[in-house]
């Protein structure tokens, strides 16, 4: 039914993804995922996990995470109620792009899906409150292998748009290492983390 518009962005490997979305006085028809129209635009990854998370405050942190190793996750992206500024950083020593990150507006208004491959790390804060975040993985999520640099790594320069000092966050991602110092410990290959 509906084919989807896909742009690249300034990282590598990263696509904003946008559906076909169909509106009248009822409101709006749109399909959230065809394996079709993906593979048919060039995104071809076997997706095997959905999962959701809910955040009830404007103001909430949940990032920067990634899985490392064989473990790593390729994401897709979308908020279904709401608005997040959702934030990704490439992780992947020897790319284009290593140690960059963008910023991108999700909302239930936009309808936009954000394509996250392996090797980014991953955190959003949320724009208003009641955002349900959803989120396929072409990978379990391994415990072993969790990873996260702290949302507030100052070489990064992220331009979060709220007093950091006020995020409503886990105290897990409240004491993760900045990048710098992950990746004093952490040698990565290209590709791989």
Not at 16 to 34: N, T
Not at 148 to 169: M, R, V
Request: hydrophobic share 40%; charged share 25%; glycine share 8%.
């Amino acid at each position: 039914m509906g084919k989807i518009k896909v742009t690249e962005t300034s990282l590598v490997d990263v696509k904003i993804i946008e559906p076909a979305v169909f509106g009248d006085h009822r409101g709006f028809f749109l399909e959230s995922y065809s394996d079709e129209d993906f593979k048919a635009a060039g995104i071809d990854f076997e997706f095997i996990q959905d999962n959701h998370s809910l955040s009830a405050e404007a103001g909430v942190v949940r990032g920067l995470h990634f899985q490392k190793g064989q473990a790593a996750q390729t994401k897709l992206i979308r908020v279904v109620t709401g608005a997040v500024l959702d934030v990704i950083v490439d992780m992947r020593k020897g790319s284009p792009s290593y140690g960059k990150h963008e910023g991108f507006i999700l909302s239930e208004f936009n309808h936009r899906q954000l394509l996250v491959p392996k090797g980014y790390a991953h955190g959003f804060v949320t724009l208003t409150p009641n955002v349900n975040f959803l989120y396929k993985c072409d990978n379990p999520y391994n415990a072993e292998a969790d990873g996260g640099i702290s949302f507030k790594s100052p070489e990064l320069n992220i331009k979060w748009p709220i007093d950091l000092e006020q995020a409503i966050t886990s105290e897990k991602d409240a004491k993760q290492p900045t990048f710098t110092e992950f990746e004093a410990e952490n040698p990565f290959i290209y590709g791989e983390i």
